[in-house]
T-cell receptor, first 116, second 113 residues
Framework: EAGVAQSPRYKIIEKRQSVAFWCNPISGHATLYWYQQILGQGPKLLIQFQNNGVVDDSQLPKDRFSAERLKGVDSTLKIQPAKLEDSAVYLC??????????????FGPGTRLTVL | SQQGEEDPQALSIQEGENATMNCSYKTSINNLQWYRQNSGRGLVHLILIRSNEREKHSGRLRVTLDTSKKSSSLLITASRAADTASYFCATDAPTSGTYKYIFGTGTRLKVLA
């Protein structure tokens, strides 16, 4: 079974520029997550989709971050404009079940973003 | 906000020794999960323990859960160099009719050959 795919793996941009990340979850997985992981910290949930609807985006900085999951499959996360503090690894994960508290999440390799 | 706090933040042991790391959390949970993250990679699910379970085993892993103390521990027995990684606990929290997961700060484990 193919895993969660993410691209690009690395991205370097200057502050105030825009950037977009792409994620393709495991086929059939209803739930998709975007996390931000700052160096030395645990992943922080930015947004969670169930199929193509948003179930939680409470920690997404909506003035600069946006995400969509068209057709309930792959997803893009965009930052516009980027700030220095956005430098982090952006992880995408997916899980099979809907509405269950025991969901095992499968993570992609992440995109390492550096904002100069 | 991060609900889980792991300790120690970093741990260095010799190959063959056991490694124990702890996770404390703040609110009631249904499940607690442990994940491993190798340097530069995504996280990998290790084990899930439900709130009505006190102990669970998987290979060289042993997880305990004490809901009265809101804490969990992960024990890796007979450690190997390949166990070098960061380990995170994740607790569930209800959101919009489903659940989200809140990760702790992680323990960085280094196993010396």
């Amino acid at each position: 079974e193919a895993g969660v795919a993410q691209s690009p793996r690395y991205k370097i941009i200057e502050k105030r520029q825009s950037v977009a990340f792409w994620c393709n979850p495991i086929s059939g997985h209803a739930t998709l997550y975007w996390y931000q992981q700052i160096l030395g910290q645990g992943p922080k949930l930015l947004i969670q989709f169930q199929n193509n609807g948003v179930v939680d985006d409470s920690q997404l900085p909506k003035d600069r971050f946006s995400a969509e999951r068209l057709k309930g499959v792959d997803s893009t996360l965009k930052i516009q404009p980027a700030k220095l503090e956005d430098s982090a690894v952006y992880l995408c994960a997916s899980s099979l079940m809907q509405g269950a508290s025991s969901n095992e999440q499968f993570f992609g390799p992440g995109t390492r973003l550096t904002v100069l | 906000s991060q609900q889980g706090e792991e300790d120690p933040q970093a741990l260095s042991i010799q190959e063959g020794e056991n490694a124990t790391m702890n996770c404390s959390y703040k609110t009631s949970i249904n499940n607690l999960q442990w994940y491993r993250q190798n340097s530069g990679r995504g996280l990998v699910h290790l084990i899930l323990i439900r709130s009505n379970e006190r102990e669970k085993h998987s290979g060289r892993l042993r997880v305990t859960l004490d809901t009265s103390k809101k804490s969990s521990s992960l024990l890796i027995t007979a450690s190997r160099a390949a166990d070098t990684a960061s380990y995170f606990c994740a607790t569930d929290a209800p959101t919009s009719g489903t659940y989200k997961y809140i990760f702790g700060t992680g323990t960085r484990l280094k196993v010396l050959a």
